[in-house]
């Protein structure tokens, strides 16, 4: 079991209470959660972060030949 010692750490360490009906998530939060998600469900990543940072480097790649 984890107990950290008071004396040695050199910050308090401080009990944070959240009712979790009472959260609410922002829309950020929410699109990671969904992101999450998916990855669990499915297993892969989503397609369109891969594709933008692909064209994005096939970009960057075309103006160092130049």
């Known amino acids: ?6 004396t040695i750490t050199c910050c308090p360490l401080y009990t944070i ?5 009472h959260l609410k998530l922002t829309k950020s939060q929410k ?6 998600t998916r990855f669990l469900k499915d297993g892969f990543k989503d397609n369109k972060n891969e594709e933008s940072t692909a064209e994005s480097e096939a970009h ?4 160092r030949k130049c």
């Open 1 to 6: 079991c984890y107990k950290p010692t008071m």
């Open 17 to 21: 209470r959240c009712e979790a009906t």
């Open 60 to 63: 960057s790649e075309g103006r």
């Open 31 to 36: 699109k990671i959660l969904k992101k999450m």
